[in-house]
């Protein structure tokens, strides 16, 4: 396929991709509240036009669908977005209890992870659309004190660092916020990060978690996990160790369409290596060229994207609230999707497309390059 063609592809599901957004518009509710998807029942399941709507929101930021949105909409989306805040600052979805949630036994850190990855999509959400809006975070103030960092850092458990790599990530992205608050206890904080991950990387694969040179899986989950942290290295412009070594191991993967959350991180671990090292660089973009024609045929009929095929697919954390099947068009995925794609199409036509790309770290940031 010519470069042009595949241009016009990319172009062509931009298009197909916005109507689809488009046509995720929860009725009754201000512009751009979206449910997560056409299975979507927002009469039983309000809650998730959060998540729907967060989504929804950064993926038009990524491929150009809020250039059309007044001032006047941007400020109900933003308000429709606060009405979900707590008044510490975090986020939650409404509807989720108790005993309806579970990622560790200890329902505070289950609480803690769910609260800390809502938060963070949220905040990337509202800067979008009102960029400059100091986000609260009287909730993360507490981890300023080096005591209580350093507790909470000795709980993280590395036999899964997927899970472990969105904590991080979500604390540093916070922790950078408070850096206009307090910038040298949140520059401390920070340190005090970077020094732990330091103590424990692999220095064989650039990964953080446990059993990786025993166990694909364990491997693959140190990967997933690891990028997530890779984005404080990135934001602060600091040296990443071993990071030819992670480059190695995603160039071992083969180019092929996976989970929405794998496909991104590989696309986001390649470009940045390239960019900070140029380690192994025609392979790179080879890698990239090969994968990005699979992402288009991923596309649904509709216009969204799919994470998997099959199988169920629920909320993060969530474990006896929504769910829906897998193989429909939705929010989540198809924001990961153009996210490696927008990643892949900048690599090789640079400047081609305004992507926008996030802004604060987390899933869908990119450093400014060159």
């Known amino acids: 396929m010519t470069e042009e063609r595949l241009a016009a592809r990319i172009e062509a599901a931009r298009q197909n991709t916005l109507a689809w957004l488009d046509a995720m ?5 201000p512009r751009g509240v979206a449910r997560i998807s056409a299975a979507h029942d927002m009469a039983n399941w309000p809650g998730v036009l959060l998540p729907g709507t967060y989504n929804a929101i950064m993926c038009r930021a990524l491929i150009g669908g809020l250039d059309g949105f007044a001032p006047a909409e941007r400020a109900a989306l933003v308000d429709w977005l606060e009405f979900h805040r707590l008044p510490d600052g975090r986020f939650r979805i409404p509807g989720m209890h108790d005993d309806a949630v579970f990622k560790k036994p200890d329902p505070a850190e289950t609480w803690g992870y769910i609260d800390f990855h809502v938060t963070n999509y949220s905040f990337g959400a509202i800067e979008v659309l009102e960029p400059g809006r100091r986000p609260r975070l009287d909730f993360a103030q507490r981890f300023l004190d080096q ?7 000795a709980l993280r458990d590395l036999r899964d660092p997927w899970q472990e790599g969105n904590n991080i990530v979500n604390l540093g992205s916070f922790l950078m916020g408070l850096r206009a608050e307090d910038p040298a206890r949140a520059d401390a904080a920070l340190e005090t990060l970077f020094a732990w991950h330091d103590r424990l990387q692999e220095p064989s ?6 059993n990786q040179a025993h166990d694909a899986t364990a491997l693959l989950h140190a990967f997933a996990g690891s990028m997530h942290n890779f984005h404080l290295w990135y934001a602060l412009r600091r040296p990443l160790p071993h990071q030819s070594r992670a480059v190695d191991y995603v160039l071992t993967l083969p180019p092929v369409v996976d989970s929405a959350c794998i496909d991104a991180d590989a696309v986001d671990l390649l470009v940045h290596g390239l960019a900070l090292t140029g380690h192994r660089k025609a392979e790179i973009r080879a890698w990239c060229a090969a994968l990005l024609p699979r992402l288009l045929d991923w596309q649904e009929e509709d216009g969204g994207f799919c994470d998997v095929r099959h199988g169920t697919r ?13 193989g429909l068009s939705n929010t989540f995925a198809t924001w990961f999707r153009w996210i490696a794609i927008a990643m892949i199409a900048d690599l090789l036509w640079p400047g081609r ?17 060159p």
């Not at 497309?353 to 390059?369: A, C, L, N, S």
């Open 205 to 210: 694969t650039g990964f953080w978690g446990v």
């Open 353 to 369: 497309w305004p992507w926008q790309f996030r802004g604060m770290v987390g899933i869908g940031y990119r450093m400014p390059m």
């Open 147 to 153: 005591q209580a960092l350093l507790a909470w850092l």
């Open 314 to 326: 629920r909320q993060d954390g969530w474990v006896r609230g929504y769910e829906e099947p897998q």
């Open 25 to 29: 518009q929860a009725p009754g509710l």
